[in-house]
Nanobody, 125 residues
Framework: VQLQASGGGLVQAGGSLRLSCVAS????????VGWFRQTPEKEREFVAV????????DIAESVKGRFTISRGSAQNTVLLQMNNLRPEDTAVYYC???????????????????WGQGTLVTVSS
């Protein structure tokens, strides 16, 4: 499975961006898809996850109430809507997918076999 993440950019604090993750497979609905972010100073950090079969979602506490993960209109797309962005949200954002991750492990980046190339989000103060 190949993943393509896009939608990053430069935005002022308080602004919004929507990231997209597009998969090359037509069986994407069988996967759990997560978004993670990373800066040079930190390890890869969990942001949000959606289990496409069933639609269950989970959001990191640091972005809860500001970020939303959802399916896209296309079957092979997952979106991350980011509102009220803060400078500390600045990072490279990655989408990842797994067909085997268990619910208790969805926040662990090591549980995902497939990764997109990352898209840079920069939030200015």
């Amino acid at each position: 499975v190949q993943l393509q993440a896009s939608g990053g950019g430069l935005v002022q604090a308080g602004g919004s961006l929507r990231l997209s993750c597009v998969a090359s497979t037509d069986t994407f609905s069988r996967y759990t898809v997560g978004w993670f972010r990373q800066t040079p100073e930190k390890e890869r950090e969990f942001v949000a996850v959606i289990k496409l079969r069933g639609g269950r979602t989970d959001i990191a506490e640091s972005v809860k109430g500001r970020f939303t993960i959802s399916r896209g209109s296309a079957q092979n797309t997952v979106l991350l809507q980011m509102n009220n962005l803060r400078p500390e949200d600045t990072a490279v954002y990655y989408c990842a997918a797994s067909s085997t991750v268990i619910q208790s492990n969805t926040a662990s980046h090591t549980a995902y076999a497939y990764w997109g190339q990352g898209t840079l989000v920069t939030v200015s103060s």
